[in-house]
């Protein structure tokens, strides 16, 4: 009710409702039902993740096995959809690219008039029988469609956003359906910010210096302006220096940019070299146009990093007013999420519009069917970091895990942590009936869907040692016996660094809570979001178990749900009884 009445008013809406619940569903249907009614043209959902899109795909289904007629096209990053093995865009190296233009419009034309659904095995599909760029296709098709699902990107990104929809003095009657919110926070930071560092230009200018003198020269001038930029900062001796604007730099990259624009246009430039300077030419571009936006929302700083490396960095502290110009060009937005609290944290940081309407959407799932603990003697701060305490966690999970025969997934905030605790658990408290896997930071896709499949299983003990925001910690859906557990090591308070601490001291000057902004919110979500992995259906149950005595503190009870109010704490020695007498309350 409430998407209908705010796509009908023309305004935007932030909803925080539970996981598990249907909000893919409850946002497309009030959405769809709107278009049908004139009161939009298009409908663009936008996700984050991979799996995220799957599940509004499967929506849509769903709704036209109940009679609704509705064209959606799924766009897939041009790496993932391209046939051949080096995605390289050029006629001579790309059958596919080679006399596209000639075929596209009829297999455009076939594709509309044959099928309703475009995902990207269909889309794959018709590039190869018509041997057409299936990416290039996709976005063509894309103006023919009554939906796009695609990442927040080709909405948002200044340099990849679609032009068709979103360029300049381009709008539409556009209904924004926002997946998973939370994640658009830190996504809008990137988007808009850029940096150049001195490395950079060292490098391309060693390359080029023979062949190209008048841009060697130009650069060398740069160089010697971040040279000044860095002298500065070391005599200041702290890690980082803010500036109060990025001074003259911009100027002398206008000048580099032009110069690499001649340079591309010869025809005689060798093939690497061209992709070295097209490289650079695009950093220049992205420092350029958002040296233009910065303005009260950015924070211009300089910092070493590396081994012997400088950066100059345009950081986009609060991302809500370049959002906001996109969102523009479109008549509704809705904001959705399982962890959009607080609210205000994140109407701030997401959108310009003081009006905008907020709804807490309580859990509808029986409390009875789930256990909330929280281990009230053990910490993982880094002070705390050592074997007793490594063990203390290792046994905390096996105490867990010994009640009940089933899956269970463990969440640290590091893998280096991870690896420390895994070590001690397989030393001290492994047994035959319980079998661990473990996430790797390079999972191939093929290598991440084996993961869950292991879940599927319904025969034994299966404990799953994973990383807190990572990709099994948000839109996985585990339902019943899936997964019957979540323990949380940690806080998930980010690592500290320049960009945290820059965050903070700019919320501080803002008379807000710099930490809760820059660490404590970010890192809450993270918690709940893999919590939320627990509960998907009403006949699920399981047990959330916290190990970090922080959770019991007042400013963490403060930003915990609703729904959480019967949580409790536990101690090593009495963990077992308490997720015993749960499990015994189902027997």
């Known amino acids: 009710v409430a998407v209908y009445r705010t796509v009908s008013r023309k305004k935007r809406l932030f909803i925080q409702a539970p996981t598990g619940i249907g909000k893919t569903l409850s946002t497309v249907f009030p959405a769809v039902r709107a278009i049908g009614e004139g009161k939009g043209d298009k409908l663009f959902y936008l996700t984050a993740k991979t799996v995220t899109r799957t599940v509004a795909e499967e929506a849509l289904r769903i709704l036209r096995g109940k009679g609704l007629i509705f064209t959606s096209v799924t766009i897939t990053a041009k790496e993932k959809l391209c046939p051949l093995e080096n995605c390289e865009c050029n006629p001579d190296a790309c ?3 080679k006399g596209h233009f000639d075929r596209v419009n009829d297999a455009v034309y076939e594709l509309w008039t044959t099928e309703e659904v475009y995902s990207r095995e269909v889309i794959r599909a018709h590039a190869e029988k018509w041997q057409v760029c299936p990416f290039e296709m996709c976005l063509d098709l894309s103006v023919w469609v009554d939906g796009v699902i695609c990442d927040y990107n080709y909405a948002f990104d200044p340099n990849v956003h679609l032009k068709r929809f979103f360029g300049e ?3 539409g009657d556009y209904i924004f359906l926002i997946d998973e919110a939370h994640n658009l926070v830190e996504r809008g930071r990137e988007m808009y910010s850029a940096e ?7 490098t391309l200018r060693k390359k080029i210096r023979k062949h190209f003198p008048k841009l060697a020269r130009a650069l060398d001038k740069a160089s010697r302006q971040m040279l000044e930029l860095e002298e500065d900062l070391k005599a200041s001796q702290n890690p980082y220096q803010v500036l109060s604007n990025p001074g003259v730099l911009p100027v002398t990259f206008l000048t580099i940019s032009g110069e690499l624009e001649e340079i591309l246009e010869e025809k005689n430039l060798e093939e690497e070299l061209r992709k070295e300077i097209l490289e650079f030419y695009f950093v ?3 420092f350029l146009n958002v040296s233009e936006l910065v303005d009260e929302n950015y924070v211009v700083y300089t910092e070493c990093f590396g081994e012997n490396d400088f950066r100059l960095r345009l950081f986009c502290v609060n991302p809500a007013a370049n959002l906001s110009e996109y969102l523009k060009k479109g008549r509704s937005a809705v904001f959705f999420s399982a962890t959009l609290f607080p609210m205000l944290y994140y109407r701030e940081l997401l959108t310009t519009e003081t009006d905008a309407y907020g709804i807490y959407v309580q859990s509808p799932f029986s409390a009875k069917n789930r256990r909330i603990l929280i281990g009230s003697d053990v910490s993982s701060r880094y002070t705390r970091r050592n074997h007793t305490e490594y063990r203390k966690i290792a046994e905390y999970i096996s105490r867990c895990v010994w009640q009940r025969q089933g899956n269970y997934m463990v969440f640290f905030p590091s893998y280096r942590l991870m690896e420390d605790v895994y070590q001690v658990y397989e ?4 047994v035959d009936w319980v079998r661990c896997i ?8 093929r290598e991440r869907e084996e993961f869950l499949e292991e879940f599927q299983s319904r025969e034994g003990t299966l404990v799953g040692f994973c990383v807190l925001g990572g990709i099994f910690s948000e839109g996985v859906d585990l339902t019943g016996e899936s997964l019957i557990g979540a323990i949380i090591v940690g806080t998930g308070l980010p690592q500290i660094g320049s960009e945290r601490e820059i965050l903070k001291e700019y919320y501080d000057r803002k008379k807000q809570s710099g930490f809760d902004y820059a660490y404590r919110y970010p890192g809450m979500n993270k918690v709940l979001q893999a919590a939320g992995r627990v509960i998907r259906t009403k006949e699920d149950r399981g047990v959330i178990l916290l190990l970090d005595d922080r959770f019991l503190g007042r400013d963490y009870g403060e930003i915990f749900p609703r729904e959480w109010k019967d949580r409790s704490s536990c101690r090593l020695n009495t963990v077992e009884e308490a997720v015993s ?4 309350s189902f027997t």
């Open 284 to 286: 220049v571009r992205d």
């Open 427 to 430: 030393e001290e408290f492994s």
């Open 169 to 171: 003095n381009i709008s």
């Open 95 to 97: 059958p596919y690219a």
């Open 581 to 584: 007498r749960f499990w015994r």
């Open 196 to 202: 150049i560092s001195r490395q950079t230009l060292f």
């Open 438 to 445: 473990r996430q790797n930071s390079d999972m191939t896709e």
